[in-house]
């Protein structure tokens, strides 16, 4: 069955960097368009990042653009999001989800989510 | 981009039914078929319940269903049963944005 697992969050001091990684199993990963959503504690979702399933192009939210940088190795059935220069606004918990339809926010399969925390 | 409308918390007895609303514009809700509707429980994998406003994925419960009606798409559960608390956010395709938009959440107790 499709199982998304996403790893790499943790604690992090503002400034600093993270990458988080979701390995992917189930379904032909090449064949889909993939997402990063968050979600901040006690608030609602943000579609953080989409890539399509030839790794072109990659498309970020307002929030993220220029300090983000989302990646898939399709050789590794994986998704990865590197952030740096973290600020507290970007702890949450992330997903990394399959978008069965080009830059359409329906997102068929998440990952249990990673929780980023930035503080010092 | 704004988030799309929802009320904070909508409760129900066991049995009962319950909407819930999901207010956009005519640049997203009103004018394209592709809202989405995901529950969330904490520390689990969030679940697509409805897609392309009234599609159940296969899996999900009948019990759940989906509509729009001008800039206003809602989910109905019926039968409310107690596993059906948690959190639920709608989804909507946008003309003026890349990325889509997120409604604001509804919690949903069963009481």
């Known amino acids: 069955q499709v199982q998304l697992v996403d790893t790499g969050g943790g604690l992090v001091k503002p400034g600093g960097s993270l990458r988080l990684s979701c390995a992917a199993s189930?379904?032909?990963?090449?064949?889909?368009?993939m997402s990063w959503i968050r979600q901040v504690p006690g608030k609602g979702l943000e579609w953080v990042s989409y890539?399509?399933?030839?790794?072109?192009?990659?498309y970020y939210a307002d929030s993220v653009k220029g300090r983000f940088t989302a990646s898939r190795d399709d050789t590794k059935n994986s998704l990865y999001l590197q952030m740096n220069s973290l600020s507290a606004e970007d702890t949450a918990v992330y997903y990394c989800?399959?978008?069965?339809?080009?830059?359409?926010?329906?997102?068929?399969?998440w990952g249990q989510g990673t929780l980023v925390t930035v503080s010092s | 981009q704004s988030a799309l409308t929802q009320p904070a918390s909508v409760s129900g007895s066991p049995g009962q039914s319950i909407t819930i609303s999901c207010t956009g514009t005519t640049s997203d809700v009103g004018d394209y078929n592709y809202v989405s509707w995901y529950q969330l429980h904490p520390g689990r994998a969030p679940k697509l319940i409805i897609f392309d406003v009234s599609n159940r994925p296969s899996g999900v419960s009948h019990r759940f269903s989906g509509s729009k009606s001008g800039n206003t798409a809602s989910l109905t559960i019926s039968g409310l049963q107690p596993e059906d608390e948690g959190d639920y956010y709608c989804s909507s395709y946008t003309s003026t944005n890349t990325l889509g938009v997120f409604g604001t959440g509804t919690k949903v107790t069963v009481v």
């Open positions: 989800a399959r978008s069965p339809h080009r830059l359409v926010p329906t997102f068929d399969y």
């Open positions: 189930g379904f032909t990963f090449s064949d889909y368009y």
């Open positions: 890539i399509s399933s030839s790794g072109s192009p990659i």
